[in-house]
């Protein structure tokens, strides 16, 4: 699905900071939203998180830089991070290239997966386009 120009792929769910999470099973794979890596810019770094971590939802875990901003990652689940994508540590553009696919950023076995599901959101549901729509308004003057 298209929010304004920005793909919001309907198999995934969104929070409030820009990001995606795609559920399979119990495992969560989470990255940066087209929109939030537009607004970016370039990425020139990403912070690789320790497998092993403990994370909550919507609390910072791992940071990334593009040449205009620094930002903090905020986890769309709690639970371990059980794997983190090492190629951003090399190539972190692929945020920029392929958000949804290579440019994912870690994975999170849910420690608390259908209780925590219902704080995230849909692309078709109006409250979170109509949220988009006020963050496009707000970042691209």
Same mark, same amino acid.
């Given at each position: 699905?298209?929010? &304004?120009? %920005?793909?919001?792929?309907? &198999?995934?769910?969104?929070?409030?900071?820009?990001? *995606?999470? /795609?559920?399979?099973?119990?495992?969560?794979?989470?990255?940066?939203?087209?929109?939030?890596?537009?607004?970016? #810019?370039?990425?020139? %770094?990403? +912070?690789?998180? $320790?497998? #092993? $971590?403990?994370?909550?939802?919507?609390? @910072?875990?791992?940071?990334?830089?593009?040449?205009? *901003?620094?930002?903090?990652?905020? @986890?769309?689940?709690?639970? /371990?991070?059980?794997?983190?994508?090492?190629?951003?540590? *090399?190539?972190?553009?692929?945020?920029?290239? &392929?958000?949804? #696919?290579?440019? *994912?950023?870690?994975?999170?076995?849910?420690?608390?997966? +259908?209780?925590? $599901?219902?704080?995230?959101? !849909?692309? !078709? &549901?109006?409250?979170?386009?109509?949220?988009?729509? +006020?963050?496009?308004?707000?970042?691209?003057?």
């Amino acid at each position: 699905m298209k929010i &304004d120009k %920005y793909e919001y792929p309907d &198999d995934l769910l969104y929070d409030r900071e820009h990001n *995606w999470a /795609r559920i399979e099973g119990n495992i969560v794979t989470q990255g940066f939203t087209d929109f939030a890596q537009s607004i970016a #810019g370039e990425i020139v %770094y990403v +912070e690789i998180p $320790r497998v #092993g $971590r403990e994370v909550k939802q919507g609390e @910072a875990f791992m940071s990334i830089e593009s040449g205009k *901003w620094v930002g903090r990652i905020k @986890a769309t689940f709690s639970g /371990r991070i059980v794997e983190a994508n090492e190629d951003l540590e *090399w190539e972190s553009t692929l945020v920029n290239e &392929d958000p949804y #696919g290579k440019g *994912w950023m870690v994975k999170i076995e849910a420690s608390n997966l +259908e209780e925590e $599901r219902k704080n995230l959101y !849909s692309p !078709s &549901d109006p409250e979170f386009q109509a949220f988009v729509q +006020e963050e496009i308004k707000k970042y691209t003057k």
